[in-house]
């Protein structure tokens, strides 16, 4: 039996005749709790008081169906001006978090949902954890991806829970951890359905896990000697994928980790020390505003009205379209794959094992999945399906005669969706019977690691339809872009003339090796040759003269000749790279010589002029919906906020100049596009100019001060 006896406005406790305080929050006005400055205040102010009260324990819960805590409330770090702000909050977060984990009493925390970043250091701060043991429950410390690193006390309690090694890799990665996981690591002590929590906190306070015992390996790293190597071995690892001049964050764990984790006092000074100035970086500004982004486009499904659809049909058993119904099957959907060859729709059952085995699916969830993926090669399953998408070849006659077919047979209100790379949907509605009932479904490459979905508007599409199409891509995990529909519609019509200039240069006897590592300095997650090589070189031709207009100069020279060559890129062993055992080999060596700076401004200029184009001509509603649409769906260069938060942070003058520069020496596709002078671009260019400008603390920020230009990897189109 619980007594009331206290409420706050972000928590309430009671205590129960066992002499249990029951402690739970329940932030106001929001879906979720976040740990707030006002948070961790009325925290602060409840320990004290128990302080006085000496209860048995103390059980940390939430009263929120989203989760325990699902993490800081990262809003505040824009609002700070200065350094001295920064290293306040973390102390006051630190200070917080050591009184509960001081406590004379023992603690617990209750755990579901999402429990992250601050929550799960709330948690760690506790004796004891319990989770709740169903599938949407997530545990990890992801600060890494905002571009710090825990600063609660989170990198030392996190290590003494479940060793050295495994919590540096748990943060290094951003890691969000299933319930099983988190158990077998050690992160909680012990999982139970929702409905028995309450008993299992019980009786864990009744009878309480042994402690932890420090491993050898962790004596051993303990030894400076030891950490060093340890250090230098992941350091290595890390600059693989995220190098120290674009994420400084991984970085600065590492060496907090090498330097400060003797005793918990330096510690706690080392994350204050490491942490406060990379809030304030450049590289943590721009992250932060692609995770605003990306809630801002899982926004749309969450105001959209709309069945779910439960039964996809997919049509096509390439790459794309099985790799799509194999993802929608995993998600829980009923998916009937049709295609012309019994060997790939095999081959569909055999990727979704491998995907289940890849996301650790239990023998039993595995069995599940593949009973949800039927292939149909007669495409029975059209009559039932809530959703057909078409992922055919790009021809527009095939497209058609495919519609023609499957129309009559479709339920009536049911959608069809194409997942065209390019091919305008007014030309695909032609036709069509019911054209409102069409839109645009456009998976990007691999479909498994990619989080972005272009839901194409055509000119009939009802909002219904689009709606639908919202809820359809939330329920799968992804991220819907709404896009206009126009030739190749945003991110392929951005991406295609970055490509074409590469393979230009090429024509143009430069090296390609040097190509593509120009673009990987810039901090692009693979070169444009080697992209184009994974996406098909087929491909970027066909999508190349669908965009004739956006690739001043026309198809290159060299992509023409590898395409009737047969050498396709990596799918036929060779296009700009060899392929075969061990790494690519350039197909060729070009001599010619072109400074670094060239190569550069010529691959990443022309995305920006034709994003510039895009948004004058209405394909997106804004500047913020380019950006997010370049760096989830190709990978561009997180760091940098996508292209035009590039060119904001250029700056519009310079921007202007470089086109001239270029144009002086490389031609007229490089002159500036008149979208560069529409009041709403050069409003949201100078906005946030000043922005950089003003955050006088941001300037001490070394990481991406250069102006020379210097993820998961897509294949995208």
């Known amino acids: 039996m619980k007594t009331p006896s206290c409420v706050g406005y972000y928590w309430h406790w009671e205590r129960d005749d066992a002499g249990v305080v029951w402690l739970t929050a329940d932030q106001p006005e929001r879906s979720a709790n976040l740990l707030s400055r006002g948070v961790l205040e009325e925290l602060n102010t409840l320990l004290l008081q128990l302080e006085k009260w000496a209860p048995a324990a103390l059980v940390i819960q939430s009263a929120k169906p989203a989760g325990f805590f699902a993490g800081a409330d990262i809003q505040s770090f824009a609002e700070m001006q200065h350094l001295h702000e920064a290293q306040a909050l973390i102390a006051a977060g630190q200070r917080v978090m050591d009184r509960l984990a001081q406590t004379p009493y023992p603690t617990l925390a209750l755990i579901h949902g999402h429990c992250m970043g601050g929550g799960l250091e709330l948690a760690l701060s506790c004796d004891y954890r319990i989770a709740c043991q169903d599938g949407n429950t997530r545990i990890g410390l992801p600060e ?36 099983k996981q988190a158990l077998q690591l050690g992160v909680v002590h012990e999982l139970s359905p929702q409905r028995l929590m309450v008993r299992a906190a019980r009786d864990m306070l009744s009878h309480p896990p042994k402690a932890r015992r420090r491993s050898l390996l962790d004596r051993l790293l303990s030894r400076p000697t030891w950490r060093w190597v340890a250090a230098a071995v992941m350091t290595r690892q890390v600059n693989k994928k995220a190098p120290l001049e674009h994420y400084p964050a991984p970085h600065a764990l590492l060496k907090h980790w090498r330097l400060n ?54 049509v096509g058993d390439g790459v794309m379209g099985r790799a799509i119904a194999v993802w929608c099957a995993l998600q829980g959907m009923q998916v009937s794959l049709q295609g012309l060859s019994t060997e790939l729709l095999g081959r569909a059952l055999q990727e979704a094992t491998q995907l289940a085995r890849k996301k650790r699916l239990d023998r039993l969830a595995t069995r599940d999945l593949l009973d949800r993926l039927m292939p149909d090669q007669r495409g029975d399953g059209v009559c039932h399906a809530d959703l057909v998408i078409e992922a055919i070849f790009e021809d527009v006659t095939a497209k058609q005669q495919l519609y023609a077919a499957l129309e009559p047979r479709m339920r009536e209100h049911a959608l069809l969706a194409t997942n065209t790379s390019a091919i305008p949907l007014q030309t695909l509605a ?51 872009l709404p896009v206009k529909s126009r030739p190749g519609f945003l991110v392929n019509r951005v991406l295609m003339p970055y490509l074409m200039e590469a393979v230009r240069m090429v024509d143009e006897g430069v090296d390609m090796r040097r190509i593509d590592k120009a673009a990987m300095d810039f901090g692009m997650p693979m070169g444009p040759l080697a992209l184009a090589d994974a996406v098909g070189l087929d491909v970027c031709k066909a999508v190349a003269r669908e965009l004739v207009g956006s690739v001043g100069g026309g198809v290159p020279q060299r992509l023409l000749e590898l395409v009737s060559a047969g050498q396709l890129g990596r799918k036929s062993g060779a296009g700009f790279y060899r392929y075969g055992r061990g790494r690519a080999k350039p197909g060729s060596r070009g001599r010619a010589f072109m400074e670094e700076r060239d190569i550069t401004y010529r691959l990443i200029l022309p995305m920006l002029n034709e994003a510039a184009a895009i948004l004058q001509e209405g394909v997106v509603a804004d500047a913020d919906l380019v950006d997010a649409g370049m760096v989830f769906g190709t990978g561009f260069a997180p ?78 189109l």
Do not use: C
């Open 261 to 314: 984790m003797a005793d918990h006092g330096q510690a706690m000074l080392g994350e204050q020390q490491a942490v406060a100035p990379l809030m304030g970086s450049h590289t943590t500004q721009q992250l932060v505003r692609l995770f605003h982004l990306k809630d801002r486009l899982k926004g749309l499904a969450k105001t959209a009205d709309g069945a779910i659809p439960r039964h996809v049909h997919v």
């Open 639 to 716: 760091f940098r906020g996508g292209p035009m938060a590039y060119a904001a942070r250029t700056g519009e003058v310079s921007i202007i100049a470089l086109f001239k520069e270029l144009e002086a020496h490389f031609g007229s596709r490089f002159a500036p596009h008149s979208g560069w002078m529409a009041p709403s671009l050069r409003r949201w260019l100078q906005e946030r100019e000043a922005r950089h400008v003003d955050a006088s603390w941001h300037r001490s920020d070394t990481v991406t001060a250069n102006t020379h230009p210097t993820g998961p990897v897509p294949h995208t």
């Open 144 to 179: 890494v991806q905002l571009g710090i690193f825990p600063a609660w006390g989170g990198t030392w309690r996190l290590t003494r829970a479940i060793g050295e090694l495994p919590a540096m890799q748990m943060m290094l990665n951003g890691q969000l951890l299933h319930p």
């Open 430 to 480: 032609q036709g069509l019977k019911r054209p409102q009932q069409l839109l645009g479904l456009h998976f990007f490459n691999p479909v498994a690691r990619m989080p972005l979905v272009e839901v194409v508007e055509g000119p009939q599409t009802s909002m219904q339809a689009l709606q639908m199409g919202y809820r359809f891509v939330h329920a799968i995990q992804r991220l819907p």
